[in-house]
């Protein structure tokens, strides 16, 4: 036995296979990975993080309730979810084909939502803006956009919601798909600000946050109505009206449309080409969300949203220069 175990220890032992050696990278590289870290510094902290806040994020045991979902949880988007009535669209049906939330699995990606929110803010926090790394960086950005993953759960499995609502407010100004549309932007923004620590159904919270939209939906409607296609009374009347170019001077004009043109130049790209088209400002026809979407290679709704963001933008610098209170002054 010790003459068998004094041949094992006079046996040649097989070199280990190495990898062979990285080759260094060079100074034009490397300057090129950091000024690509920076950009991804610059945008990590410049992103806005909003979620609500709620005292269980506190606890010892947060990440734990974030994190297991209810015990008769199923698939998220399960297609089981009924069957669809006659006489709808596809895109309609397909509402059908997701099954609803139950009230437990519905308070678990609520929670989990605003809880990787919380996670992603709170880390973001402590790092230095010059000095973090990418894999901080990347941990942050994974928490995110799974965080967008579980909103998007939440959105798909209340869309039937926006229909069953959409239906009560059609009428000549506004049809159906149109209202589709505005009561999806309204179910987005609900399911950002609903508070899902106070223990109520999103349903009920959304169900005012859509109504709400579309009262608001149909009182502009009945102003440009009333605006732009008025009775042969309102016409005389107007008639005998004096235009804002008798009380503007020729420099006032100017002075405005020298401002818009400012507003409209601080806007990104696309926002400006959706303003100017959908209002006529290029001297052409206004031109639909469906127009603008199959021009620009998207759906009509991502139109929508455009519009959305670049008017905010509008009001916002319209406030900042007070525009409101010069005209009142002028006038």
């Known amino acids: 036995m010790i003459a068998h175990a004094q041949q094992l220890t006079r046996r040649p032992v ?4 190495t990898a062979p050696a990285k080759r260094p990278l060079s100074a034009k590289a490397k300057a090129r990975q950091l000024e690509i870290l920076r950009e991804r510094r610059k945008q990590l902290f410049s992103r806005e993080i909003d979620y609500i806040p709620c005292r269980q994020f506190l606890k010892a045991d947060a990440e734990r309730l974030a994190s297991d979902p209810p015990v008769e949880a199923g698939m998220p988007l399960d297609s089981s979810g009924g069957t669809a009535p006659a006489g709808l669209t596809p895109y309609l049906a397909s509402l059908y084909q997701t099954r609803l939330l139950t009230k437990d699995e519905e308070q678990f990606y609520f929670r989990r ?6 996670r992603a803010a709170t880390v973001r926090g402590r790092l230095d803006k010059k000095r973090a790394t990418l894999r901080q960086i ?6 995110l956009t799974e965080a967008e993953t579980v909103k998007a759960i939440l959105i798909t499995s209340n869309l039937r919601l926006v229909v069953s609502i959409a239906k009560k407010f059609v009428d000549p100004s506004n049809s159906f798909e149109e209202l589709v549309s505005e009561g999806n932007v309204a179910l ?6 609903f508070n899902f620590a106070l223990g109520n159904r999103f349903s009920t919270y959304a169900t005012y946050a859509i109504q ?11 102003q440009l109505r009333s605006r732009f296609v008025p009775t042969e ?3 005389k009347d107007r008639a005998e009206e004096p235009s804002l170019h008798e009380y503007l001077s020729s420099e006032q004009i100017a002075e405005l449309k020298q401002l818009f043109d400012k507003f409209l130049s601080d806007l990104e790209p696309r926002e400006k080409q959706i303003v100017v088209a959908r209002f006529g400002f290029d001297g052409k026809p206004p031109r639909t969300f ?9 759906c009509k709704e991502r139109i929508r949203q455009i519009q959305t963001r670049a008017m905010d933008k509008l009001r916002d610098m319209a406030a900042e220069v007070k525009l409101e209170q010069t005209v009142d002054n002028w006038l």
């Open 290 to 298: 469906r127009e603008l979407g199959t021009e620009m290679g998207v």
């Open 233 to 235: 009374e309102t016409l």
């Open 188 to 193: 987005m923004r609900a399911v950002e600000k």
């Open 138 to 143: 990347e941990q942050i950005e994974g928490w």
């Open 113 to 118: 939502m605003n809880w990787l929110k919380f």
């Open 14 to 17: 097989k070199s280990r296979s």
């Open 212 to 222: 709400r939209h579309f009262f608001r939906v149909s009182q502009k409607s009945r």
